[in-house]
């Protein structure tokens, strides 16, 4: 039997194409991601289907974009950018330094 994975079972929603380009590392995780994930739920699922909801899991965990994308009346800026990405940064760099996650 497969343990529970992260990623529950997938909602049907509104879709809009994107193309995007993976290392062969990443794109063979995903496939074996999907194969577990086909395990766990009980039918296959193509891994291109899993990456909008992982996507979607990645950000609503990110406090910092969490807390961007909920100031009233604005849209992302440039500055808002910047501190994301110092943020990303700085936590993979603590995390890379002493080998836990920061957070």
Not at 7 to 23: D, F, I, M, N, Q
Request: net charge neutral; glycine share 6%; charged share 25%.
């Amino acid at each position: 039997m497969t343990e529970k994975l992260r990623l529950g079972p997938l909602p049907r929603s509104e879709v809009v194409r994107l193309t995007v380009a993976l290392p062969t590392s990443v794109k063979a995780d995903l496939d074996r991601y999907a194969e577990l994930f086909g395990a766990a739920y009980g039918n296959a699922v193509d891994a291109a289907l899993l990456v909008p909801h992982m996507l979607a899991a990645f950000m609503e965990r990110d406090r910092a974009f969490r807390k961007a994308r909920q100031t009233p009346g604005s849209s992302t800026t440039r500055d808002q950018v910047s501190a994301l990405t110092s943020e990303a940064t700085s936590s993979a760099s603590e995390t890379a330094a002493d080998g836990s996650p920061s957070g």
